[in-house]
């Protein structure tokens, strides 16, 4: 696809990877339509992207409601005349015991990570056959194919992210709507992983990758059709193939090198009464 003076949707743009998302995207000359709750942070990215000369237009939403949902993609529509490609970004996780979580919260993160890029694929998708043209990219974690720890919900819906893009793929790329997936280890210098490990002053790891290759990688999706890339150092294709063909290994590489440890003290870390501590201090 030709980026430029086309529409690129982007959830979750408000902070972490989304900022780095869009910002590749108007590098490319898009038109950007930026959404996420927070209006003032979302404003603060779609100034920056202005200096590149592209239209931006921010959207506040929560996007674990349906009306939202909908009224978002109206805003596309009546602005730039539809989305060329959405970026199904917005996600996350609150690194707690599934047990401790009510059945409802656990439910609300399906809805966010799964129901919602489903939902604005939905949505999205007629008028991208209608023109014969649109990519849809998802956002998805290695978190279920690595055992992440407190992550059961989240791993959930981000596995089956993979499986909805992969079908998404078969079933309307020949019709000129395509699909790809991100499948995103640990990333450095933004994000949930970073800001967890500024809060608690843990050092830089080698396990993460720079957020600005999961710029690249988006780029990569569209310039080249992509199916499925994993950003992650090292050969991430390679891992996740191993981790798919051994499942004993992620448990196994978990208490090996500490990572059930580690996101034990983050979990216990992002406790209400600890953060609103070491935000204080
Ligand atoms: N960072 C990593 O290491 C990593 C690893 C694997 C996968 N991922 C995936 O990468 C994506 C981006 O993660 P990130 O690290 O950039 O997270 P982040 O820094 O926490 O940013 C999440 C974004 O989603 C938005 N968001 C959250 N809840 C929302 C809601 N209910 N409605 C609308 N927007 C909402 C947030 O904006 P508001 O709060 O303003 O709404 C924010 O813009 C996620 O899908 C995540 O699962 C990240």
Known sequence: MDMKGKTALVTGASRGIGPHIAAALAG??????????????????AAEQRKLGVRVLTVVSDLRDADARTLLIGACEREFGGVDVLVNNAGGDPTREFHEMSLEENLAILELNL??????SHLALPAMLSRRGGHIINISSMAGRVSFPFSEAYAAAKDGLIG??????????ARGATASVLILGA??????GQRAMDAMKLPASPFMAPVSTVAKAILRAIDQDKAE??????????????????????????????????MREVMDFKRPNKLAASKSA
Do not use: H, K
């Open 28 to 45: 490319r000359g898009m038109n950007l339509v930026l959404t996420a709750r927070s209006g003032s942070e979302l404003e603060a990215v």
């Open 115 to 120: 129901s919602a890029p489903i939902a604005l």
């Open 164 to 173: 909805f893009t992969r079908v998404l793929r078969n079933d309307y790329r």
């Open 187 to 192: 990333i450095g210098g933004a994000g949930q």
């Open 229 to 262: 890339i994993v950003v992650m150092p090292g050969p991430g294709r390679l891992m996740r193939a191993l981790m798919d063909f051994f499942p004993g290994m992620g448990p196994w590489m978990n208490q090996q090198f500490g990572v059930n440890q580690t």
